[in-house]
């Protein structure tokens, strides 16, 4: 069983479009809310990481739309490590609505570590130790 | 062999993120581009196919990011029907970089059909015909 | 003396540009946050009052960039009504960096009412009572 | 009589808002659109003053909105230089929609030159020059 970190999405108006609904790029946008909440959770603070010079490159995403968010609903999403190499890193989502229980959202993203945001570099041992601490942990 | 729709993609400041990069979150706008620019080219405004009461909801997407692509770039998106059915359709797309001839993104989107953007119903005789056209047609 | 409602804003690693710092358009964005919230806190949650069939169209925006906002700070928002009619309202903001205490932004919005979205209307006298309460109060 | 640089705004279904119009903070970036539109034409595309070490930082902006924008319409923005300093530089903007010949927004920015995006410095020469040439230049 993997940790899941659990934190609430602020919904903002201009996040909809004209179907009346939150606009599907801007899942992509609440998945890096929810993975920089995980990485914050467990000591990684995302910007300090790219202050450190470590960049996360996203290299492949996927997401099934399961029910649309409206503007005015209470939103979650969940994430957790699902996959933890030195190169690389997969991270899970779901998104819920509060109000109804409606699992709205799941998806996944792979990321990459680079130095220079160009090529591709093992995580440096601190990072890799305190990201990996969250594989194989229970939230019960 | 499928019938590709090419369009220019016009990168705008505001897409960039402080990783002087594209943000992964635009890729799905961009696809937007292409997939609506795909159903003009055969006779579908997308505007008009809202207008006429027809929506077309994200149900699924993937997305692999190959290189990253720079404000200031010329960039091309190629965007084709791989799937036609009455109650689905999925696009692939391809994005380049027009300068260095490389692929930048490769990705899908699995849309549904619906009248009152809730429940799903199956496309219309008129827009099916118009966008199946695209299947099984060479660009060479 | 006018009533300030403060909130703070949850910064997106997507409201970045590849200046480094929150992009310029992002701030109106900001003030919507900061307008709705106020509204929320009067008893107005903003959806609820488009349900009702009531919008509020922005007519006019200034700001005042003092100072960038990066990714990371801790920011919040302050926003207050000066003009309150019943064919538009006027809403000033300011945004400030708490690590610091810098005054980062300053603007103003104003808004009319709508019915049908193209045409303008008098709010209602449920709303105008609710956010004419703001209108000279102190929160000292 | 001030030079008018005039390009068309390819305006994205994400670019929309619940309300059915384009979102009011698409308009800076529309503006911005404008903006290096304009000092591309006249010898300076933004990314390359950039990567010269020179940005153009956002320091004012205001706006008034005459009538919203739909997915589908055609747009167009006229960006003028209305005033050019050696520290500083304002653009007015003018969006029309160009189906019904309706003037549907208005405003102007301020910027500040920097090397560092921290301190602001004058504009260097070589820029200088090539962008005041556009003032009291008519396009008439």
């Given at each position: 069983m ?33 993975r920089t ?104």
């Amino acid at each position: 069983m993997t940790y899941w970190s659990t934190c609430p999405l602020h919904i903002r108006y201009a996040d909809t479009d004209q179907m009346g609904v939150v606009h599907n790029s801007v899942y992509a946008v609440y998945c890096e809310i929810g993975r920089t909440h995980l990485c914050k959770e467990n000591g990684v603070p995302y910007h300090e990481m790219e202050e450190d010079g470590i960049y996360m490159m996203v290299a492949e995403m996927t997401g099934r739309f399961h029910k649309a968010i409206r503007y005015g609903e209470s939103v979650r999403i969940r994430t957790g490590v699902v996959r933890m190499k030195r190169r690389l890193m997969t991270f899970q989502y779901e998104i819920f609505n509060e109000n109804t229980g409606d699992l709205t959202y799941t998806g996944t993203s792979t990321h990459l570590f680079s130095r220079d945001r160009k090529k591709t570099c093992d995580l440096p041992e601190k990072y890799y130790r305190l990201l990996s601490n969250m594989m194989g942990i229970s939230d019960k």
